[in-house]
């Protein structure tokens, strides 16, 4: 089974532009959860959708946005992109509805932001 | 608020170490604890999950348990190798959520 998939790997971004991640979960899995890591704030959770419905947000501005698509990828979008938001952002995938779940998660993608 | 630390930041060992790497939590009653590695620049692999009603879980070479009371879970691992090197973290969800609170990690390193 394939694991979850996230693209593109690398991103270079200017101050100011918008960019869209993506994040496709383990077949049959129906939770995505995304975070970012930096080396001064280590992982913090940005939000989590199951069945397209937000379940859960963390503590980040609004330029921070995600969505579910009914076959449960799911994207995020950071706009009026900062130097700040460079950091790599995983996304994590579970299983069941039924709350917690273990949680098995993605390559990354590394967001440089110049 | 639950606040998860890890113990030591770093650990350099030689090849063929037991070693234990260590985790504490505030909030003892957890429902998880989940281990990690990371190896530099690339996503988190899972280890172990422990349920809050074990105390200890096994995979090869690492054992990991769990002591709610005291708020404690230690990643044990045998026989270290080169290809252990990594930073390990420990994570744990907030109430009734998928929201894992992660510590800051322990960066091992084993040379040969």
């Known amino acids: 089974k394939a694991g979850v998939t996230q693209t593109p790997r690398y991103l270079i971004k200017t101050r100011g532009q918008q960019v869209t991640l993506s994040c496709s979960p383990i077949?049959?899995?129906?939770?995505v959860s995304w975070y970012q890591q930096t080396p001064g704030q280590g992982l913090q959770f940005l939000f989590e959708y199951f069945s397209e419905t937000q379940r859960n947000k963390g503590n980040f501005p609004g330029r921070f946005s995600g969505r579910q698509f009914s076959n449960s990828r799911s994207e995020m979008n950071v706009s009026t992109l900062e130097l700040g938001d460079s950091a790599l952002y995983l996304c994590?995938?579970?299983?069941?509805?039924?709350?917690?779940?273990?949680?098995?998660f993605g390559p990354g993608t590394r967001l440089t932001v110049l | 608020k639950q606040e998860v630390t890890q113990i030591p930041a770093a650990l350099s060992v030689p090849e063929g170490e037991n070693l234990v790497l260590n985790c504490s939590f505030t909030?003892?009653?957890?429902?998880?604890l989940q281990w990690f590695r990371q190896d530099p620049g690339k996503g988190l692999t899972s280890l172990l999950l422990i349920q809050s009603s074990q105390r200890e879980q096994t995979s090869g070479r690492l054992n990991a348990s769990l002591d709610k009371s005291s708020g404690r879970s230690t990643l044990y691992i045998a026989a270290s190798q080169p290809g252990d090197s990594a930073t390990y973290l420990c994570?744990?969800?907030?109430?009734?959520?998928?929201?894992?609170?992660f510590g800051t990690g322990t960066r091992l390193q084993v040379f040969p």
């Open positions: 994570a744990t969800p907030t109430y009734n959520t998928d929201k894992l609170i």
């Open positions: 994590a995938s579970s299983l069941a509805a039924s709350l917690p779940n273990e949680q098995f």
């Open positions: 077949s049959g899995h129906r939770s």
């Open positions: 909030d003892s009653a957890i429902y998880n």
